[in-house]
Every structure is written in structure tokens, then in C-alpha cells.
């Protein structure tokens, strides 16, 4: 039987959006935001409950992340203009949104790893990295971001040994890997799963999360 038409629509996919920073300016506030954060590690040196072998700072980065954390918030807030739409007269618009946002920085260290988590009340998660080791294939290292299929594991239950052979499905019901680089954004909804996989390099990693929610 030969099909006049076939057509695949992608039903209720999730946005998982890689940005970067033009290098010149990544450079010149990645090693400011680097003095920036350790010299808040050294004020206060607890440990987060949710990471093992990292240490997170207070949800207060705005208030003393200086002008570095303005540049990345600026660059944000233009980037979710483009991708975030509300409905106006029935008609969908970009959304021009006064964000409430909280945030904070991480510093990961050798055998780092955090647990799975999410963050409700907010409506998009971005992950920023001032450092991180550059991937070697050959060599990995971990320090990975994972996500889970926000569809559970229900495409894996009923058929372990299938796999929709469709391009971007194959990782239905799993997780998908990210490796992060410096001056790179990781944006995603609050709502979804992630962990960051054990991390076995020597060097340190420094990323800042922000937490975009509508105001009240």
C-alpha cells in the first residue's frame, strides 16, 4: 500500500533551550563572577541538604552578585521575552512579563552530585555555568545535567525492548544527558526533574540558578 501523505506531529513536547553568551563578554564577567562567589564560599560555608560535596549560597544572588549577575539577568529576561506567550483577545502574544526572580550560586567540587529536583511556584529554571570542565569524550568526567521524561516511565513498562523510531523519542520514558559548558544557559520549566550526575574531575565547577515566576 503506498500513503498519498504521511505527516508526524509532535504532541506535547517539552522546551529544553541551550544559549550562550558571545564569548567576549562570558569571559570578561565569568572570572568576575568567579571572585564574586568565592568570597561569599568563604563567609559562609554550609552546606546545601540537597547536594553532595557542593556548596550553595543563599537566594539572594541579585542583591550581592554586583553588576555580572545584572548582565545574565538582562539576558535572560530579553530570551524569555522571545519564548514565553500569553493570550491576549484569543490571540497568543510574547509575554512581556515584570519576573519575580529568585536566585543563588553553586560551587561544585570532585564527587559532586545533587538529588533529583524540581521548583514549583516558578515557571521557567535557568541554570547559568561561570566554570566547568570542558567535555572530553573520551575522557568523561560526569557533573552532567539529567532530566527525566516528564511522561514517566509508562513507554518502557508495557514494551522494554521498543523504541518509537522516531528522531528525538528514542529516550522516551528515560532521562536525557547535558553537558554543561562555561558561559553557557541551560533553560527549562520549573516543573521538570533533574539531577546533576556525579562529577569526578579535579577542577571546580561554578553555575548560578534562577527561578522566573509570575508576580503576585
Not at 517539552?14 to 568567579?34: C, D, H, Y
Not at 549577575?69 to 519564548?83: F, G, M, P, R
Not at 538529588?115 to 568526567?141: C, F, L, R
Request: overall charge negative.
Amino acid at each position: 500500500m503506498t500513503f498519498s501523505q504521511t505527516n508526524i506531529d509532535h504532541l506535547f513536547p517539552t522546551p529544553f533551550v541551550t544559549a550562550a553568551l558571545a564569548p567576549e563578554v562570558s569571559a570578561e564577567i565569568n572570572s568576575q563572577l568567579t571572585e564574586i562567589v568565592l568570597k561569599k564560599l568563604e563567609e559562609s560555608k554550609e552546606l546545601s541538604v540537597s547536594t553532595s560535596g557542593c556548596w550553595r549560597s543563599d537566594d539572594r544572588l541579585l542583591e550581592w552578585g554586583g553588576e555580572p549577575v545584572q548582565t545574565i539577568v538582562a539576558s535572560l529576561k530579553e530570551l524569555l521575552t522571545q519564548i514565553t506567550f500569553c493570550m491576549h483577545d484569543m490571540h497568543f502574544r510574547p509575554a512581556n512579563i515584570d519576573w519575580r526572580i529568585k536566585a543563588w550560586a553553586d560551587v561544585h567540587r570532585k564527587r559532586y552530585s545533587n538529588v533529583m529536583q524540581m521548583h514549583p511556584g516558578s515557571y521557567w529554571t535557568a541554570i547559568y555555568y561561570a566554570v566547568a570542565e570542558e567535555e572530553d569524550p573520551k575522557n568523561p568526567k560526569g557533573g552532567d545535567i539529567e532530566l527525566l521524561d516528564p511522561r514517566g516511565v509508562m513507554p518502557l513498562l508495557y514494551c522494554p525492548w521498543l523504541r518509537f523510531g522516531i528522531k528525538g523519542y528514542i529516550t522516551a520514558g528515560m532521562s536525557e544527558i547535558r553537558a554543561p559548558k562555561a558561559g553557557q544557559y541551560f533553560i527549562f520549566p520549573s516543573w521538570l526533574t533533574y539531577s546533576l550526575r556525579p562529577y569526578i574531575g579535579d577542577s571546580t565547577h561554578i553555575s548560578m540558578t534562577f527561578n522566573f515566576s509570575v508576580p503576585e
